[in-house]
Nanobody
């Protein structure tokens, strides 16, 4: 099993920035892909960004050019740098780790973008 702990969420004004961190522990050797998902009230959970062990990345179209995902395999940590934040980015952000067919999730961290 894998345990994921997110940090870095908070309240920020539009066009501001936040950096989310996710630390993995447990059976970390088997983790292949890590990513960030988000869920806003009344909406389905959606992929924000993901990164493979070798550094390949994938982003939701609406965050391209604003968000950057990175991964430190030595520290078993994935980051999400969020710049130029918009009110529509407000959501609970969840860290995800993929182990072939098994997904592990963190507890979520709230990001609120408001003036």
């Amino acid at each position: 099993q894998v345990q994921l702990v997110e940090s870095g969420g908070g309240l920020v004004q539009p066009v501001g920035s936040l950096r989310l961190s996710c630390a993995a522990s447990g059976s970390i050797f088997s983790i292949k892909t890590m990513g960030w998902y988000r869920q806003a009230p009344g909406k389905q959970r959606e992929l924000v960004a993901r990164i493979s062990k070798d550094g390949n990345t994938d982003y939701k179209d609406s965050v391209k050019g604003r968000f950057t995902i990175s991964r430190d395999n030595a520290k078993n940590t994935v980051y999400l740098q969020m710049n130029s934040l918009k009110p529509e980015d407000t959501a609970v952000y969840f860290c995800n780790a993929l182990q072939v067919l098994v997904n592990y999730w963190g507890q979520g961290t709230q990001v609120t973008v408001s003036s």
